[in-house]
């Protein structure tokens, strides 16, 4: 593989760096925030999901009695 001399390297990474879409704060904002919600409902689902295995396996053990 051909080395490529640092200022090289340097200018191809500005120009890719440079076409690159960046998100506005808004969207920023907005992407964060749902992704918090999406833990939030994830956490949730799996609470639920554990409870009702733990629950199952201590049914089908017998030390729900």
Same mark, same amino acid.
């Given at each position: 593989m051909a080395k490529t001399n640092p200022f090289t390297f340097l200018q191809q990474?500005? &120009?890719e760096v440079s076409?690159?879409?960046w998100?506005?704060?808004r969207?920023? @904002?907005i992407t964060t925030v749902m992704? =918090?919600?999406m833990v939030f409902l &994830?956490?949730?689902f799996f609470l639920l999901a554990d409870q009702l295995l733990s629950w @199952?396996?201590?049914l089908l053990?017998? =030390?729900g009695a």
């Open positions: 990474a500005r &120009a076409k690159v879409t998100p506005s704060r969207e920023t @904002g992704v =918090f919600v &994830a956490s949730i @199952g396996v201590s053990l017998g =030390f």
